[in-house]
């Protein structure tokens, strides 16, 4: 804790990716979290609540799981929904960038894509062609040009601040 803070706690983003950092005394967990256009908000996996090591060993309570999430609410400028892994693969879709692969991950019904994406002038914005709009493996299915657009439009809801811009074919 720095002397200009009167929290005993320190909350911070990682990443979309990374996760939220969680910080108290000398104990850290890194809870996993993600984008989600359905519900225009975060989803945080209540289920990766664990300290790091060396405190791994130490069971996180229900009591501290409430006043970690009160703490992260509160301090996380950006509305945020608490979930399990399993009752996130039941929304309809869910949209993931994978910043350091330039990807965004796409998920729906149980099915994900990796949709390759490249900067614009303004880093707002991501450009795939619709060839690379593919399920991937077992369900690697042929998608129609009006389920490629769905899912284009789908992404575009989920990431607001993108301008998003992509080519028919290659």
Not at 14 to 25: D, F, K, L, S, T
Not at 140 to 146: G, I, V
Not at 149 to 168: H, T, Y
Request: hydrophobic share 35%; glycine share 4%; aromatic share 10%.
């Amino acid at each position: 804790m720095s002397w200009f803070s009167r929290k005993p706690y320190k909350v911070s983003m990682v990443g979309i990716m990374a996760g939220i950092q969680y910080q108290e005394r000398d104990r850290k967990m890194v809870i996993d979290c993600t984008l989600s256009g359905v519900e225009h908000a975060v989803l945080v996996f209540v289920d990766g609540m664990v300290w790091k090591p060396p405190h791994d060993t130490e069971p996180v309570t229900a009591e501290e799981k409430r006043k970690v999430m009160e703490r992260i609410e509160r301090d996380f400028h950006y509305p945020t929904k608490w979930v399990s892994r399993e009752d996130s693969l039941s929304s309809s879709y869910r949209v993931t960038l994978v910043g350091s692969d330039h990807e965004i991950a796409y998920e729906e019904n149980r099915k994900r894509m990796l949709i390759p994406y490249q900067t614009g002038e303004n880093e707002k914005v991501w450009i795939a062609t619709m060839d690379d709009i593919v399920w991937q493996r077992p369900d690697s299915a042929e998608l129609s040009n009006e389920e490629k657009l769905r899912i284009v439009e789908n992404i575009a809801a989920a990431l607001p601040a993108f301008k998003v811009s992509w080519k028919p074919h290659r």
